[in-house]
Each structure stands twice: as C-alpha cells, then as structure tokens.
C-alpha cells in the first residue's frame, strides 16, 4: 500500500498534513491489472457488442444497454430491454405495444471489469469464480458452462442473451426465447452462435480465433470480454495520475475529498484497493423499486442467490472509477445524482425512509405492474431497514461537496470517450446502437 503523502501545490503542505486518514491509500493501477488480449479479438469483440445479432429478434444489441454515451450503462434506473425502441432516457415502447416487465435491476457499468481482480459479476454475484464449480465459475442453476472460459466476466455477458426481458424475447416470437421458455439452455446459446456463423464475415473471424471450428458461444463470450476489458479500461483519471506521482493532479477540494474518502468518511472500509471496490457483498438500503427477482417486486440481493438470512438485502459493491458518469445510483438505479446516493450512504436509513418515487428515471411502460410496491409499504421498508449495516456519518455541507469532488477525480476522460468507439457498421447489417 502507498502511504499517504503531501501534495506539492501552494497551500497544500499544511492542508493534507492536517489530514487524518484511517487506511493508507490503495497502490497504482498498472497493466499487470488486465490480461493481454489479441486485437483480432477485440475487433470482433466489438462488432459482436453493437451487433442485435445476438439477440433472439435481432433488435437489440450489449450496447444498447452499455453505452459510452450513457458511461457503459444506460442513465435509466430500470430500463426497457427488448421491444423497446431509441437508447438511454428516450428509450421507449412502440405506440400500443407491451412488454411483461421493464428490466429488473440497474444496467450496472463496465468500467474495468476485465481486470484481473474482477471475479465477481452482476448485482448479487450470481456468476463469479470459483474453484469448486465446472471450469472454475460458478453459474445460476440450469445455465452450466459447455466449456472453458477465460474469465468470470466471458461467462457473464452470455447470461443477458437468454432474458427474455434483456435480449431473448417472449416465447413464440423465435427460437432463442423458445429454447429458454423449455429450460433448452444449451439450444438457446447454440441458436445464438448459429445466427452468428450465418453471417460469413463473423464465420471467417471466429475460426480464425478457434482453429477453424465451427462458432461455439464460447467463442462469443471470449471476444466480448476481450472487447470491454479493452474499450471500458479506465485507467487514467486525475486520482490515478496522483498516486503515480503527480502531486499537482488533484485541485484542492479533491485532496481534501481524499482525505475524508480514506479517512473519516470511511468510504475505503468497503470501496477499497486500486479499483475503489472490495468486490463483497452489503447492506445498505438502497431503495427498492421496479419488479424486483421476486414475487411482489421484492430483491433481497445476495439472499436471491444464497438462501442465506445473512445475504438478505445485500448487494455487490460497486467500483467507483468513472462514477460520475454512471447515473442513476443503486441496484434498482433508486437515485439521479451522485450527491442524492452519497447523501443516502451518510445516512442509509433516514435516507431509504425518506425516499421519493419522484426520483427515479423510469421510462413509461404503459401499464405493467406498479413500480413502487415495495416503497409503498412501511413493513417492507422497515424489513430493508434492519439489515442495514452502515452507521451514520455526519459531515457537513462543505465536507460532502469535497467528497464529492474527489469522486470526480476519478473520471478517465479518455476511457469516457470510447477508445476505439462505436463502429459504423456491424457484419449484420443490422442497426447499430447510436
């Protein structure tokens, strides 16, 4: 771990010595973090990612749901998945159409999660690494892995292809969704990989990669993980440019949200390491709104995974690396701004009691089940509340504007404008997500 040091402007000797900090600072970020990956592979990782290929009508496709414009997610709190049209907030159902149910958690951001230490995936960690499961990954019932994949996050991305709210589609409407409604899960992915090896510029590319084999949804996964560690590495923001040295990169309100961010604040007790991230699981009340995972629009998190009374309400803990792009906040995207989800964390219960519908971004879904069941009842926000863990922080005013110009600092402008960007064509000829 780098120890705390003093920056180098004027004025800030006695500042940041005054400074108190009760962790000492995470060390640098270096490409040691990521695995090397081919450009060959990236390049079809990418068209892969804007391709509605993949999806069972073939009208949506990763981006449309993990843009750059909208920072990797889609700045809706529950968003609209297939049958929908447009992207991010002007996403919308065609005049007089419905769907079952808007998707039921936050579209959460790709930042980083092809580094190394990024073993754990989705809200409630329902694929991760682990070396008693097939392959080394750990995946929901009835979704098992045909073969080896490099990573946790190459199992995770052929996860959303098979929702029918995500990507898949209703039963009836093709052989992807068909295949799921049966519990075919295996037919499911290799209707998938079939549509893509139709197309003979994604042929030629796969066999190229695998030795000429015909393309498996393995080799999908690959390439899309291969493409995201690449496109949504964010690795060099003004924080990152600090620790490596530069004691002029951060003005001084972002020292001093340092300062309180490893220190008093106690931010660093859960956001910890290079990554902002200690990659478990906690309860902290966030609101809960939308259709849940459960019956009566209820999510328990990790408790949706385990049985375990104790996972009951907890959830991942986010990186925070370009977390001032990611709006809006929580796993069911409860909170608009930055300030609104840091004011909860300061205060978790006042803040899940005090909670307005009035908040939240959701696009009109012309008629599905009410959105708020969960929040309208005082038993389930009690519920939610006593599994809280975080105690009160007070800060103040001035405190909470420095905190919250430090999680500026951690903003990679370069990685938010697209690294490689997004192409103008796909293989498909299908629409691209713009």
């Not at 001084?252 to 309180?260: E, H």
Request: hydrophobic residues 40%; glycine residues 10%.
């Amino acid at each position: 771990m780098r120890k705390w040091v003093t920056a180098g402007l004027a004025g800030f000797m006695s500042l940041l010595a005054s400074l108190s900090l009760a962790a000492d600072l995470p060390r640098s970020v270096t490409h040691g973090d990521f695995p090397k990956h081919d450009i060959d592979g990236i390049l079809l990782g990418r068209d892969l990612f804007y391709d509605p290929v993949l999806s069972g009508n073939r009208n949506i496709a990763c981006a449309t749901c993990h843009h750059p414009r909208h920072g990797s997610s889609d700045a809706m709190s529950l968003g609209l998945g297939e049958g929908a049209d447009g992207l991010g907030p002007s996403r919308r159902l065609p005049a007089g159409s419905t769907v079952p149910a808007r998707i039921p958690r936050n579209a959460p951001a790709l930042w980083n999660l092809g580094a190394r230490e990024f073993t754990v995936m989705f809200h409630d960690g329902r694929t991760m690494a682990d070396a008693a499961a097939p392959y080394g990954i750990a995946m929901p019932d009835g979704f098992a892995l045909e073969r080896a994949l490099p990573s946790a996050l190459a199992a995770q991305v052929i996860l959303p292809m098979l929702s029918s709210e995500e990507m898949a589609g209703q039963p009836g409407e093709n052989p992807v969704a068909n295949a799921v409604s049966d519990s075919r899960i295996s037919d499911a992915w290799a209707q998938i990989a079939a549509q893509v090896a139709t197309i003979p510029n994604y042929d030629m590319r796969i066999r190229r990669q695998n030795g000429d084999q015909p393309p498996h949804i393995a080799d999908v996964a690959q390439a899309l993980a291969d493409f995201i560690a690449f496109e949504f590495r964010a690795t060099d923001s003004p924080f990152d440019r600090f620790l490596a040295g530069d004691e002029t990169a951060l003005t001084p309100a972002q020292a001093r949200g340092m300062g309180l961010f490893y220190g008093a604040a106690g931010c660093a007790t859960c956001h910890s390491g290079p990554f902002q991230t200690d990659h478990g699981f906690h309860a902290i009340g966030m609101p809960q709104l939308g259709p849940g995972k459960e019956a009566g629009g209820q999510d328990r998190g990790r408790h949706y995974v385990t049985g375990d009374p104790a996972d009951l309400y907890r959830f991942r803990t986010p990186s925070l690396r370009n977390v001032a792009l990611t709006a809006p906040y929580g796993h069911a995207g409860a909170y608009p701004t930055l300030e609104d989800a840091v004011r909860h964390h300061l205060d978790p219960v006042a803040g899940l009691m005090r909670y307005q519908p009035a908040q939240a971004a959701l696009p009109d879904t012309q008629g599905l089940a009410d959105d708020w069941a969960m929040m309208n009842d005082p038993a389930q926000r009690i519920e939610i509340a006593a599994a809280i863990e975080l105690n009160p922080t007070p800060l103040s005013e001035a405190e909470l504007a420095d905190l919250l110009a430090f999680l500026d600092a951690l903003t990679d402008p370069a990685a938010a404008a697209g690294r490689l960007g997004v192409p103008n064509a796909v293989p498909s000829g299908l629409p691209v997500p713009r």
